[in-house]
């Protein structure tokens, strides 16, 4: 395969040498015109940006136009780590954040993936990788940062479909069996050649196993548009992974707070959300509990069966246990989870044992629950296809769950869907679907546009109701909500509704402080808390960081700290790492507004692009409420209790069909009062436009920024 390749360029640079985390330059490729170069790092990128997506948002701005579509030469992909990003003392240090314009949104999309990949690229000197332009032919950028090399490749020969490509390039490319494991590689896989749901796996070798693993990009289609740029894959190359690489300001402060958490996690982890033995797959049975667990579709939150598919049958009879699963040096939270030796039972692989990574709590609630199905075995086949072919799983989820309830209730039926018989439950006819995606036939092809196109589609060709649709197509900025059931959380509800990329919970997972705990009882404590933990959560996302080591484990004294549900002892970590790293002396409240600088430049850039206002901000009514009749009938119960004590309507001789149209008036209401209180919080119009007063107190009022805000106030 190697000797197929056909060399179109070769960039030969410096090896250079980070300094408090940044090497301070970008590898810049152009793939339409086979060029190669490095760019400078501001000061302005690295005091206004940060680092992993800040940096990623900055060369896409500059890149786009707002006339720009998703398969325009000009479109780029972005992969950054940050500045605390490959330190190997403290847990979850190991990210990178890939950027570009999402096809199913038409605006910036920003997604946080594991594996080896962003350290290595930074370590081989270089913050970030801008990729512009498409190539003529399949290509694979090479990155030796030992050998101080970039290359272009012809890349004819090699597979597509990411466990297959990750291990021959893994292969291709190491000396020794020990080598592999200063290699990674960026690929994407069949289906996203044919859908709109490509995802980009990056990988990691995994010496005790012996195989190259896989850690998803997943939401927005990324992998989609790799492909269309004819990307096949990425690999960089670095050997000499060392604790002080990033050449930190003190490195003593980094080393107290990694002591001081990998502590707390062998001591709590197992009594707290035994992410050593699951990983996030843990809350499964949890989410049921609470009536959170999205089932047929989000109608419901809960299922008799959900037992078959709770957390402790993958630990008993699937998911390797006693192996470090870490996506990183040094991450003892290690929640990367694999079921080894797998034995496919559909598709290409048929036969083939395989490693799966996971499941994520994600794929074992979409690919489960919401289809109606709670057969461990297809989940975990779901989840290696999904991978393998780069098909985002959550969004896979949503869409067939949506299909399923299309299906049942008449708008589709065999005829239209190529003979499926897509009814909850039917994990054959759902494997069947996947397989047509990576094939790029029949309905499968149809379902890899995402719930947004298929609500016209099916409008358009088989007379839907679209009001119907809207209700229960769950998707919003045409992003496919991820899968918890927000219809009791007013906060969940806006913090799906109120991001800045789509539905998707690493913004602002509030779901427990709000309906379980009952900590943010206000419109005022929401909006606060919508304001913090996006803005927080943001932080992560510059700086090369999981989310998971913050508040997944927390001290036992945290009960009795003046704000639990921040951690305030873990917040002071990260304060800490980045100073340790930086040389800086940022505070709490200066962490928040390096990530509101950010959170309002890509707010924006959504603007800038066409969205970005309120009423892309609005929410299908399924997450906020009963849609039908039944879904009403299965929590009558509670219902009727609140339009009693809370609207204070009788509804004794009602119609459910008169209760549901009340309920569903008091809580799009709700929801709009909320979105009122979040908008005032952050300095925003009631439009959803941010202030030029908030930029100036941010220090973000660059020119073409307020340019692109004056329109709109």
């Known amino acids: 395969m190697q000797k197929a390749h056909n060399l179109l360029a070769e960039y030969k640079y410096e090896l250079g040498k980070l300094d408090k985390g940044y090497t301070n330059r970008t590898l810049y ?77 038409g605006m910036p999309i920003d997604s946080n993936v594991g594996g080896y990949f962003g350290p290595l690229l930074k370590f081989s000197g270089w913050d970030a990788l801008e990729i512009q332009g498409k190539a003529e ?75 190259a693993r896989l850690k998803q990009a997943g939401r927005g289609g990324i992998g989609t548009v790799f492909r269309d740029k004819r990307i096949k894959a990425l690999v960089v190359k670095f050997k000499g992974v060392k604790g002080d690489l990033n050449h930190p300001a003190d490195i003593s402060q980094i080393n107290k707070a990694g002591i001081k958490l990998h502590k707390e996690i062998s001591r709590l982890d197992h009594v707290q959300n035994r992410m050593r033995q699951i990983g996030t797959a843990n809350i499964i049975e949890i989410m049921d509990e609470y009536d959170l667990l999205p089932t047929h579709n989000y109608k ?118 190529g003979g499926l018989e897509l009814n909850f439950g039917n994990a054959d006819a759902a494997l069947e679907l996947l397989h047509q995606m990576s094939r790029g036939e029949g309905f499968g092809k149809i379902a890899g546009q995402g719930v ?33 059931l927000p219809k009791e959380s007013l906060a969940q509800q806006g913090g799906y509704g109120l991001t800045n990329k789509g539905p998707q919970h690493d913004e602002a997972w509030l779901i427990f402080m709000d309906m379980v705990n009952n900590q943010i009882p206000t419109f005022e404590d929401k909006a606060e808390a919508l304001h913090y933990f996006p803005m927080f959560r943001t932080w992560f996302g510059l700086n090369g960081l999981c989310k998971l080591p913050w508040n997944d484990i927390a001290p036992e004294s945290n009960s009795s700290s003046d704000e639990p549900a ?63 009749v039944e879904e009403y009938e299965s929590r009558k119960e509670r219902y009727d209790q609140q339009l009693k004590e809370v609207l204070d309507f009788d509804p004794k001789g009602k119609t459910t069909e008169e209760k549901v149209k009340e309920l569903r008036s008091y809580r799009e209401e709700q929801y709009e009062k909320l979105v009122d209180a979040v908008y005032l919080r952050r300095g925003w119009t009631m439009e959803g436009v941010p202030t030029v007063e908030k930029l100036k107190s941010l220090g973000m009022d660059l020119p073409e920024v307020v340019e692109v805000v004056s329109k709109h106030l």
């Open 29 to 105: 490729v152009n793939l339409s015109d086979q060029r190669i170069e490095s760019k400078q790092v501001t000061d302005l990128m690295k005091e206004k940006f940060i680092g992993g997506k800040g940096f990623g948002l900055w060369y896409l701005w500059n890149a786009v136009t707002s006339e720009t579509k998703w398969t325009d030469p000009e479109n780029e992909i972005i992969i950054s780590s940050g500045p605390i990003g490959g330190i190997t003392q403290y847990p979850g240090s190991g990210k990178s954040l890939v950027v570009t314009l999402s096809p199913l949104t």
């Open 137 to 211: 032919k399949d290509v694979i950028i090479y990155i030796d940062g030992n050998e101080g090399i970039a290359r272009i490749e012809e890349a004819p020969l090699e597979a597509v479909d990411g466990h297959v490509l990750g291990e021959q390039l893994t292969e291709m490319y190491a000396v020794s069996e020990e080598d592999k494991r200063n290699i990674s590689v960026v690929t994407s896989g069949t289906a996203a050649e044919h859908t709109l749901l490509g995802l980009l796996n990056f990988t990691f070798y995994d010496i005790r196993r012996k195989v």
């Open 300 to 417: 419901y939150g809960s299922h008799p069966d959900t037992y078959k598919i709770a957390s402790d049958v993958f630990v008993k009879k699937y998911v390797t246990q006693g192996m470090a699963d870490g996506c990183w040096y040094g991450c003892s939270l290690s929640c990367a989870k694999a079921a080894d030796n797998f034995k496919l039972k559909t598709g290409p692989y048929k036969g083939h044992c395989v490693t799966i990574d996971g499941p994520e709590y994600e794929n074992a609630a979409g690919l489960g629950s919401n289809c109606g199905i709670f057969d461990p075995e297809y989940i975990l086949e779901a989840n290696f296809y999904c991978d393998t072919y780069a098909v985002d799983t959550i969004s896979f989820g949503t869409i067939t769950a949506f299909i399923m309830e299309c299906y049942e209730n008449g708008i589709l039926d065999k005829e239209k869907t």
């Open 452 to 484: 947004r196109r298929m609500k016209k589609m099916f409008v358009e060709e088989y007379g839907a109701d679209p009001d119907f649709l809207q209700d229960i197509g769950m998707e919003q900025k045409g992003l496919e909500f991820s899968e918890y």
């Open 566 to 628: 921040k951690i305030p002892e873990h917040v002071q970590n990260y304060v800490d790492i980045f100073n340790g790293v930086t040389g800086k002396n940022i505070d709490k409240e200066e962490l928040i507004r390096q990530s509101e600088r950010v959170y309002n430049f890509q707010r924006i850039f959504n603007i800038r692009m066409g969205y970005g206002k309120r009423e892309h901000d609005r929410i299908p009514y399924r997450s906020a409420g009963p849609v039908t």
